[in-house]
């Protein structure tokens, strides 16, 4: 099993509907939990953090992180074409600070 | 700040040179990591820094591959000798060392191995 697994999509939205992006990870995976959005030919951007199970929300995103099921999930409300791009998780992994990526969901929000 | 700061944007080169990719960490940040993103394997993590030292090499891919962090300031990815099969975008991120921690990224330097 992959360290942090992403369905790699695309998942299509229509605009202003909910986006729901998830991740799974194994047992090597620490429960610090981070979302990255990557617009094609750019370097990756942090948008979202979680560290605890549970909700997190700031503005339009929420991420959700379940550690008995070890997933996490990022939703995106009020989806707008802007949010067009491919979403990795990550999470650490082993005892020192080893930042692990999924391979990214490409999220397309069509119009 | 600047953020972080990578060279060349572009590098194109013929099989069996020697490619030397640069960075420079923001300031104040003691982790630094290089990765490579292709669209087969995603982001992989070739190696990390904490404090100048190489903590992690598990995923440097092979001997052709080498990297440096001579001060706080500056690190190099070198391949020697470049192979096709090294053409990539190779990315350098930076951060505050610790299990919250949050990386920033450099703008990436696309690799072409010809």
């Known amino acids: 099993q992959k360290e942090v697994e992403q369905n790699s999509g695309p998942l299509s939205v229509p605009e202003g509907a909910i986006a729901s992006l998830n991740c799974t990870y194994s047992d090597r995976v620490s429960q610090s939990f981070f979302w990255y959005r990557q617009y094609s030919g750019k370097s990756p951007e942090l948008i979202m953090s979680?560290?605890?199970?549970g909700d997190k929300e700031d503005g339009r995103f929420t991420a959700q992180l379940n550690k008995a099921s070890q997933y996490v999930s990022l939703l995106i409300r009020d989806s707008q074409p802007s949010d067009s791009a491919t979403y990795l998780c990550a999470g650490y992994t082993g005892t020192a600070s080893k930042l692990t990526f999924g391979t990214g969901t490409r999220l397309q929000v069509t119009l | 700040d600047a953020g972080v700061i990578q060279s060349p944007r572009h590098e194109v080169t013929e099989m069996g040179q020697e490619v030397t990719l640069r960075c420079k960490p923001i300031s104040g940040h003691n982790s630094l990591f290089w990765y490579r993103q292709t669209m087969m394997r995603g982001l992989e993590l070739l190696i990390y820094f904490n404090n100048n030292v190489p903590i992690d090499d598990s995923g440097m891919p092979e001997d052709r591959f080498s990297a440096k962090m001579p001060n706080a300031s500056f690190s190099t990815l070198k391949i020697q000798p470049s192979e096709p099969r090294d053409s990539a975008v190779y990315f350098c991120?930076?951060?505050?060392?610790?299990?919250?921690?949050?990386?920033?990224f450099g703008s990436g330097t696309q690799l072409s191995v010809l």
């Open positions: 991120a930076s951060g505050e060392a610790g299990p919250s921690e949050k990386l920033f």
């Open positions: 979680i560290y605890s199970n």
